[in-house]
């Protein structure tokens, strides 16, 4: 047998472990060959591939970013986009697909099963860890800590000048960085999409912290709205998936904080620095054993299921299932910081 590997979506810390994991496992155990297709779906749409065997995994572990490259294509918005899928997996003689990414990614995958037959297994990879069906997708972890750490270094700045400092993390639809990293990095004001904010009760909590001789620290999704506004965006084009590219918020936000408070507000966005870089402990091993199972699934032929992690254990699901929906932040759990804002 010859299984395919692609990863799509934005690059996540933790790729090149599941890649790492299925090539070991399937060459080791199975006898299996292995072909990489390049930039997400665009590999298997233009026939992009390169050899994947086990001296091309060695040493990838502790990599961030991905070996094969990632895309945001989407094969069903490419002129014969499906056939040329069919056509090139049959030219390279792959008998099965392994797609690592997030919810477009494995929507596309999901897709190419349900309505073409096509054999795929899908890998949870997001740092916004907001995939249904699984309890987090890997990634997630390294994200929250690179965030925690920044907002431990502003907490120092910020009262070296006494300021309000604003941080703008990524998840876009989700708020699990932002409320993860803004409690583990004692934020005073975690604001996320799931909960529309009221810029009045905002500018009261920085006051509070204000009178209480502390500099605050606002933590903001990219994709929080305030109760009386929309979606804040510098660009409001589309990718092939038809999702917007989010951010500005921390700026807009911190303009109206100053503007009400009359305290100087600076803003910092994270951006792709929480993508980058090398993956937590946490991430590579829970990369590692996704990809252990992924390669597992494709062994018993069990296609069109994710694989996913349920407490401790790795189960599979159907990728329509993990995709048909967003996991955002249950506004109980959100509920339970609020004692820590102002």
């Excluded at 600076?266 to 252990?292: C, E, K």
Aim: aromatic share 8%; net charge negative.
């Amino acid at each position: 047998m010859k299984v395919g590997v692609l990863t799509g979506g934005g690059d996540c810390p933790g790729l090149n472990a599941v890649i790492r994991a299925v090539v070991r496992k399937g060459v080791q155990e199975y006898g299996y060959g292995f072909v990489g297709f390049k930039d997400g779906w665009r590999g298997p749409v233009e026939g992009d591939t390169v050899p994947l065997g086990i001296p091309a995994v060695r040493g990838i572990l502790p990599r961030g970013g991905t070996i094969l490259g990632s895309s945001r294509t989407n094969p069903f918005k490419t002129e014969n986009g499906v056939r040329s899928i069919k056509e090139n997996l049959a030219k390279f003689e792959v008998d099965a697909l392994i797609a690592i990414g997030g919810e477009d990614t494995l929507g596309v995958a999901a897709r190419l099963y349900e309505e073409y037959g096509i054999p795929c297994v899908g890998v949870p990879k997001t740092i916004d860890n907001d995939l249904s069906a699984t309890d987090y997708t890997f990634g997630f972890d390294t994200a929250v800590g690179i965030a925690t750490e920044a907002i431990d270094r502003l907490h120092t700045t910020a009262e070296s000048h006494m300021r309000v400092l604003v941080v703008e993390v990524m998840g876009r639809h989700a708020g699990w960085i932002a409320l993860h990293s803004g409690l583990a990095g004692g934020a005073n004001v975690i604001l996320i999409p799931e909960q529309r904010f009221d810029m009045d009760k905002v500018c009261a909590w920085v006051t509070s912290r204000f009178k209480a001789s502390y500099a605050p620290i606002v933590v903001v999704a990219e994709g929080a709205m305030p109760t009386d506004g929309e979606l804040v965006l510098k660009d409001a084009t589309t990718d092939s998936f038809g999702h917007v590219r989010l951010s500005g918020v921390g700026e807009w936000l911190a303009k109206e904080i100053e503007a009400r408070t009359g305290k100087e507000a600076r803003t910092t966005v994270l951006g792709h620095i929480q993508r980058g870089g090398t993956p937590s402990a946490f991430d590579r091993w829970l990369a590692t054993r996704f990809g252990l199972h992924a390669i597992d699934a494709v062994r018993d032929g069990d296609f069109g299921k994710m694989v996913a992690l349920k407490g401790t254990d790795i189960v599979r699901v159907p990728i329509a299932e993990a995709t048909s929906k967003l996991k955002t932040v249950d506004p109980a759990l959100y509920e339970e910081v609020g004692v820590f804002f102002g």
